[in-house]
């Protein structure tokens, strides 16, 4: 079992709805990474977070460190939203970020 | 402020071949780690370089080495290139080596190894 699981593994969405990804972990974390994947390779980093939420445009991340678990969602999507979702987990004062393998996101017009 | 760009975009070897991939931080940035993406999958930890010392390492053979530069650029050296070599290798700084920091990614170097 990995030690970082998201969920689902490829979503598709009309323009326009709300959209969430989850993302569950095994391991004790100092924090926890939201990032997006275009086509191509390029990474962005959308939130660093440890607890409670972070809100950035349409873009919202939780995290409950009691379930080890943490949500991405997305309002009101739009094509330029189509990318791969990527959540990743640092432990304690470890330098090392453990991946997940990541929610391709296809939103339609 | 610059980000953080690496070198080459892409590139062709064949096995037993050496490659060396570059990338240079962003402007502050003391912190340098690299990550292996095979097609379909997450990223898996490489190494970190902090201060010009390795300061962790990931479950890659010792064919994998690196260095960092005094202005924290680093290099990522691939000895006795295999086919399962073959991925996009990626490179990220962040200011200090702990886990609960901002990481800028590089754009990758995709490797194919034929």
């Known amino acids: 079992k990995n030690e970082v699981e998201q969920s689902p593994q490829n979503l598709t969405a009309q323009e326009g709805e709300f959209i969430t990804i989850n993302c569950s972990y095994s391991?004790?974390?100092?924090?926890l990474h939201w990032l997006q994947q275009h086509p191509g390779g390029g990474i962005v980093s959308l939130f660093m977070l440890s607890s409670g939420k972070k809100k950035h445009g349409r873009l919202i991340a939780t995290i409950n460190i009691q379930e080890k678990h943490s949500s991405l969602h997305i309002t009101a999507s739009h094509p330029r939203d189509s990318a791969v979702y990527i959540c990743?987990?640092?432990?304690?004062?470890?330098?090392?970020?453990?991946f997940g393998k990541g929610t391709l996101l296809t939103v339609n017009p | 402020e610059t980000g953080v760009t690496q070198s080459p975009t892409h590139l062709i070897k064949t096995r037993g071949q050496q490659v060396t991939l570059r990338c240079s931080s962003q402007s502050g940035h003391n912190t340098v780690s690299w990550y292996q993406q095979a097609l379909g999958q997450g990223p898996q930890f490489i190494f970190q370089?902090?201060?010009?010392?390795?300061?962790g390492r990931g479950n890659f053979p010792p064919r994998f080495s690196g260095l960092q530069f005094p202005n924290y650029s680093s290099e990522l050296n691939v000895n006795a290139l295999e086919l399962d070599d073959s991925a996009l290798y990626l490179c990220?700084?962040?200011?200090?080596?702990?886990?609960?920091?901002?990481?800028?990614f590089g754009a990758g170097s995709r490797l194919t190894v034929l």
């Open positions: 990220a700084s962040s200011l200090g080596s702990g886990g609960a920091n901002v990481l800028t």
């Open positions: 990743a987990v640092s432990g304690g004062s470890n330098y090392k970020l453990t």
């Open positions: 370089y902090y201060r010009e010392e390795e300061n």
């Open positions: 391991v004790g974390i100092s924090a």
